[in-house]
């Protein structure tokens, strides 16, 4: 597995839009965050916005674009061998296709992992950088405030996992990426017939609603999971995503 792994280290090191797309992601999670918080106007916020001002999850708004970034990435990471015909190679040298698949995942959840928790504390230091006074700074030593950077950090890592496994279910890189988005952000909007009530009951099982209202929140959000809860079933998610694609792969042609 070791071999495997390293292997496959090698080969998403050598795909030229995994740094284009930890670039992007970087700038979007540390520019945004200071773009969002800097035009926080305290003063001008009416009682009910005070109530509810959440200094911490707010300057995560870039990770409307990261977890697409990271989701790409993971359907990348098993796409282009398709489109290229490198998984028939990768396939001869070892023919457990649920093993290349676990290798795969491992190493991509370390890169992703450590990114993302990087990033989402360089946007957390940033935006209360940028956060104006009188407007209540948050430190990491307030109640929630660690375990929502934290949860954050790893949430991006969580989509490119699902990124990956649809990636092995689609085997198209277009088609999946196709997946990863309406997944991501066209659930949701899928929902607004429902109707606000129902929408709501809906929304918390949805992953972006769960990052946003759940994860990411220090203050908490109605309607929403537990972030304990939400964590768990975002790497429910994943780990279904992983697995059929492992069930297809070991049944149909490379």
């Given at each position: 597995?070791?071999?495997?792994?390293?292997?496959?280290?090698?080969?998403?090191?050598?795909?030229?839009?995994?740094?284009?797309?930890?670039?992007?992601?970087?700038?979007?999670?540390?520019?945004?965050?200071?773009?969002?918080?800097?035009?926080?106007?305290?003063?001008?916020?009416?009682?009910?916005?005070?109530?509810?001002?959440?200094?911490?999850?707010?300057?995560?708004?870039?990770?409307?674009?990261?977890?697409?970034?990271?989701?790409?990435?993971?359907?990348?990471?098993?796409?282009?061998?398709?489109?290229?015909?490198?998984?028939?190679?990768?396939?001869?040298?070892?023919?457990?296709?649920?093993?290349?698949?676990?290798?795969?995942?491992?190493?991509?959840?370390?890169?992703?992992?450590?990114?993302?928790?990087?990033?989402?504390?360089?946007?957390?230091?940033?935006?209360?950088?940028?956060?104006?006074?009188?407007?209540?700074?948050?430190?990491?030593?307030?109640?929630?405030?660690?375990?929502?950077?934290?949860?954050?950090?790893?949430?991006?890592?969580?989509?490119?996992?699902?990124?990956?496994g649809l990636g092995a279910i689609i085997r198209h890189t277009a088609g999946a990426i196709c997946a990863v988005v309406g997944v991501v952000f066209v659930l949701?909007?899928?929902?607004?017939?429902?109707?606000?009530?129902?929408?709501?009951?809906?929304?918390?099982?949805?992953?972006?609603?769960?990052?946003?209202?759940?994860?990411?929140?220090?203050?908490?959000?109605?309607?929403?999971?537990?972030?304990?809860?939400?964590?768990?079933?975002?790497?429910?998610?994943?780990?279904?995503?992983?697995?059929?694609?492992?069930?297809?792969?070991?049944?149909?042609?490379?």
């Amino acid at each position: 597995m070791t071999a495997i792994a390293r292997m496959e280290w090698r080969k998403l090191r050598s795909v030229q839009a995994t740094w284009w797309i930890r670039a992007a992601f970087a700038a979007g999670m540390v520019g945004i965050a200071i773009l969002v918080m800097g035009t926080k106007h305290w003063t001008s916020l009416s009682p009910s916005d005070r109530a509810s001002f959440d200094g911490v999850n707010d300057g995560f708004t870039g990770m409307a674009l990261g977890q697409l970034l990271l989701g790409c990435l993971g359907v990348l990471a098993i796409t282009t061998e398709f489109s290229s015909g490198l998984i028939r190679a990768t396939f001869a040298a070892v023919p457990d296709r649920a093993r290349v698949l676990a290798a795969k995942a491992g190493v991509l959840a370390a890169v992703t992992l450590v990114a993302g928790e990087i990033l989402t504390f360089a946007a957390y230091w940033a935006g209360q950088a940028a956060l104006k006074s009188p407007a209540p700074h948050a430190t990491l030593g307030q109640p929630g405030v660690l375990r929502a950077v934290l949860l954050t950090g790893a949430y991006p890592a969580l989509i490119a996992l699902i990124g990956l496994g649809l990636g092995a279910i689609i085997r198209h890189t277009a088609g999946a990426i196709c997946a990863v988005v309406g997944v991501v952000f066209v659930l949701p909007l899928l929902t607004l017939p429902l109707g606000t009530s129902a929408q709501n009951a809906v929304d918390k099982f949805l992953p972006e609603q769960m990052a946003e209202n759940s994860l990411g929140a220090v203050k908490p959000v109605a309607h929403s999971l537990p972030a304990g809860a939400s964590f768990a079933l975002l790497c429910g998610y994943a780990a279904v995503a992983l697995a059929a694609g492992a069930w297809l792969l070991a049944r149909r042609d490379a």
